[in-house]
Nanobody, 112 residues
């Protein structure tokens, strides 16, 4: 199963984007969810994660700018990205950890 992510695009530095990802199956509401990103020539890195309890953690460089959230009624996770920087440019992937589904990736490009 591949999740469907959307909301990426081209934005100027300082702008905002909101990524969405439709989860799958009845396990979504009890699953930890996360957003990862991969820039060209770099390894994929965890950007934000929300555990089953709702506890969140973030990559240091996005703290205070990005917010992960979810709507279990809609089986959807979100990543609100504010004050975007050129170094945030990457393909962003959503993940539903139970049972281990990935999204197809959505490109975010931040111009200076």
């Amino acid at each position: 199963v591949q999740l469907q992510a959307s909301g990426g695009g081209l934005v100027q530095a300082g702008g905002s984007l909101r990524l969405s990802c439709a989860g799958s199956g009845s396990s979504f509401s009890i699953s930890a969810v996360a957003w990862h990103r991969q820039a060209p020539g770099k390894q994929r890195q965890l950007v934000a994660r929300m555990g089953r309890s709702g506890f969140t953690n973030y990559l240091d460089s996005v703290k205070g700018r990005f917010t992960i959230s979810r709507d279990n009624a809609k089986n959807t996770m979100y990543l609100q990205m504010n004050s975007l920087k050129p170094e945030d440019t990457a393909v962003y992937y959503c993940r539903q950890e139970d049972p281990g589904y990935w999204g197809q990736g959505t490109q975010v490009t931040v111009s200076s």
